[in-house]
């Protein structure tokens, strides 16, 4: 079973960047897709990105499009976060799942099984 420990988050200003990482622990971590996902307070848990288990297809939520990249390197996983407001304030979480195509994109929290703990951005105006 994979494990997953989110860090990188603080405080910044608007228009600054960010880098979460998502570290990953386990043998199969290589055939999980992965996600990051975000839920501010009062606000329901969205989806932000998601990579293929190749990582060589990704996919981004419009509010996040042009200014957020997710990839991955070995057993971690990021979220570059750029031109950030205050509209990105939120705990985010990394989420994985086994994917039997090397090239499969998630975007429902349902599709996840494992999650991380999560780490939180925090932007100021």
């Known amino acids: 079973q994979v494990q997953l420990v989110e860090s990188g988050g603080g405080l910044v200003q608007a228009g600054g960047s960010l880098r979460l990482s998502c570290a990953a622990s386990?043998?199969?971590?290589?055939?999980?897709?992965m996600a990051w996902f975000r839920q501010a307070p009062g606000k329901g848990r969205e989806f932000v990105a998601a990579i293929s288990r190749s990582g060589f297809s990704t996919h981004y939520a419009d509010s996040v499009k042009g200014r957020f990249t997710i990839s991955r390197d070995n057993a971690v996983v990021y979220l570059r976060m750029s031109n950030v407001k205050p509209e990105d304030t939120a705990l985010y979480y990394c989420?994985?799942?086994?994917?039997?195509?090397?090239?499969?994109?998630?975007?429902?929290?349902?599709?996840?099984?494992?999650w991380g703990q999560g780490t939180q951005a925090t932007v100021s105006s």
């Open positions: 989420a994985g799942r086994p994917s039997a195509g090397s090239s499969n994109l998630y975007s429902d929290r349902t599709d996840y099984a494992v």
């Open positions: 386990g043998r199969t971590f290589s055939t999980y897709a």
